[in-house]
T-cell receptor, first 111, second 114 residues
């Protein structure tokens, strides 16, 4: 199993541009999550999904959108990039309860 | 609502010395507790977890953590660190009331020096 994969690994965006961060898991997990990690702040939950077709907001959803059309994929969309969205983004999944499995992250810079 | 406090943001330590990373949490219900490790420029990996049973849990690379319900703590320890333990460590908590979503502490950066 590849586990949780994320693309791209790095990206630089100009203010106002849009992009989609891709996340795929091959473990047939129902639950998937998007986090952002900022220095000294830990991880903050952006959006999550409990299964295909079901998504919900986390702590910091403003400026982002998600969709979950399949069990495997959970893309994160930034519509109008802002400097405040410069961060490292992690996708994670979990089967039912207990621990989450994390992808390697996407480092995004908005200038 | 849950919250997690990691009491030390930076912990410098010499190789082969012991280290303790402190974590306190707040929750009104029974919790699951986790320590994740993040090596430089990598994602988070589960180090160890407490779900139930014995309050002392161990990892395969020599770390251990003890769940203390009365003090609402889950401190992480290693009796002798290696250079390769240099990383950021995150404490996290989840519970049933929040559908097992993880709440993370701010992280502790451990730097091991020779």
């Amino acid at each position: 199993n590849a586990g949780v994969t994320q693309t791209p690994k790095f990206r630089i965006l100009k203010i106002g541009q849009s992009m989609t961060l891709q996340c795929t898991q091959d473990m047939n997990h129902n639950y998937m999550y998007w986090y952002r990690q900022d220095p000294g702040m830990g991880l903050k939950l952006i959006y999550y999904s409990v299964g295909a077709g079901i998504t919900d907001k986390g702590e910091v959803p403003n400026g982002y959108n998600v969709s979950r059309s399949t069990t495997e994929d959970f893309p994160l969309r930034l519509e109008l990039a802002a400097p405040s969205q410069t961060s490292v983004y992690f996708c994670a999944s979990r089967p039912s309860a207990y621990e989450q499995y994390f992808g390697p992250g996407t480092r995004l810079t908005v200038t | 609502a849950q919250s997690v406090t990691q009491l030390d943001s930076q912990v410098p330590v010499f190789e082969e010395a012991p280290v303790e990373l402190r974590c306190n949490y707040s929750s009104s219900v029974s919790v699951y507790l986790f320590w994740y490790v993040q090596y430089p420029n990598q994602g988070l990996q589960l180090l160890l977890k407490y779900l139930s049973g014995s309050t002392l849990v161990e990892s395969i690379n020599g770390f251990e953590a003890e769940f203390n319900k009365s003090q609402t703590s889950f401190h992480l320890r290693k009796p002798s660190v290696h250079i390769s333990d240099t990383a950021e460590y995150f404490c996290a908590v989840s519970d049933r009331s929040n559908d097992y979503k993880l709440s993370f502490g701010a992280g502790t950066t451990v730097t091991v020096r020779a």
